[in-house]
């Protein structure tokens, strides 16, 4: 069963810092992404890494945010630091490959919210 399931979330003040992790299981994984989806908004792409290590930030989070990846445990990390209350939001792992029959793959986590006080 292709599965992800996030962790790490949680209320924090403005200035302080999380760990998102995310643990995939039953996929050979390709990509893997974290998105955020804020009151109001459109869900949108926070940080996202390739199996080749390349990794992609959004604007808003360069610099406070480092997304990472253990390979041989198949999960992924959300660093984020320096906090402010704009990043509140339920954050969303996304992961791309293929599973035990080689069939290609998309899931997604369930979310874990991410509350920044002012």
């Known amino acids: 069963q292709v599965q992800l399931v996030e962790s790490g979330g949680g209320l924090v003040q403005a200035g302080g810092s999380l760990r998102l992790s995310c643990v995939a299981s039953?996929?050979?994984?390709?990509?893997m992404g974290w998105y955020r989806h804020a009151p109001g908004k459109q869900r949108e792409l926070v940080a996202d890494?390739?199996?080749?290590?390349?990794?992609n930030h959004a604007d808003s989070v360069k610099g406070r945010f480092t997304i990472s990846r253990d390979n041989g445990k198949s999960t992924v990390y959300l660093q984020m630091n320096n906090l402010k209350p704009d990043d509140t939001g339920v954050y969303y792992c996304?992961?791309?490959?293929?599973?035990?029959?080689?069939?290609?793959?998309?899931?997604w986590g369930p979310g874990t919210l991410v509350t920044v006080s002012s």
């Open positions: 996304n992961a791309e490959g293929y599973n035990s029959s080689w069939d290609p793959v998309v899931v």
């Open positions: 039953g996929i050979s994984v390709n990509y």
């Open positions: 890494i390739r199996s080749g290590g390349h990794t």
